[in-house]
């Protein structure tokens, strides 16, 4: 008896771990807002959403509830560069220096509020409790986005 539970043990642990490594094997398709190539201005939020290069149904889910909140809810401030969305790979070398200004390690969604050069970085965690709930995911980004520009001068929303 005990060697069958050891065995189903080990195969529900191959199942779990197999499972776990092809989750994250989608990729999304690249969906550029007008501020990915911007020229900066002083003081602005910058919405940074980093992700690996292999990615699950949640990483895109969050990058394009995050998308949909920008565009729906600050379409002039992304124009105007008040509002800088950047999608950054974990995994690309080139992409080092802001993973480290970041510290970030995993599919993560940061808000940095930059005022006269200086970063206010915030991680966004609230986010991964309530993928599936497009109201709720949205408002938690639009929230936290007003909360920043509210901090910027001329940038209450």
Same mark, same amino acid.
């Given at each position: 008896m005990l060697a069958k539970v050891k065995i189903w043990t080990s195969f529900l642990l191959i199942i779990l771990v197999a499972g776990t490594l092809c989750a994250c094997g989608s990729t999304a398709p690249e969906v550029p807002l007008p501020s990915e190539t911007p020229s900066v201005t002083a003081d602005r939020v910058e919405v940074v959403y980093f992700h690996r290069a292999q990615?699950?149904?949640?990483?895109?889910?969050? =990058?394009?509830?995050?998308?949909?909140? $920008?565009?729906?809810?600050? =379409?002039?401030? $992304?124009?105007?560069?008040?509002i800088i969305f950047r999608l950054v790979n974990l995994e690309d070398k080139e992409n080092a220096t802001i993973v480290k200004q970041y510290g970030a390690f995993t599919s993560s969604l940061f808000i940095n509020t930059i005022i006269d050069g200086s970063d206010h970085i915030q991680e966004v965690k609230e986010i991964w409790f309530i993928l599936g709930n497009d109201k709720a995911f949205v408002e938690i980004v639009k929230g936290k986005v007003e909360e920043s520009l509210k901090e910027i001068p001329d940038g209450s929303k």
């Open positions: 990615r699950c149904n949640s990483c895109i889910y969050a =990058e394009n509830g995050t998308r949909y909140a $920008l565009s729906t809810y600050f =379409e002039d401030e $992304l124009a105007s560069n008040k």
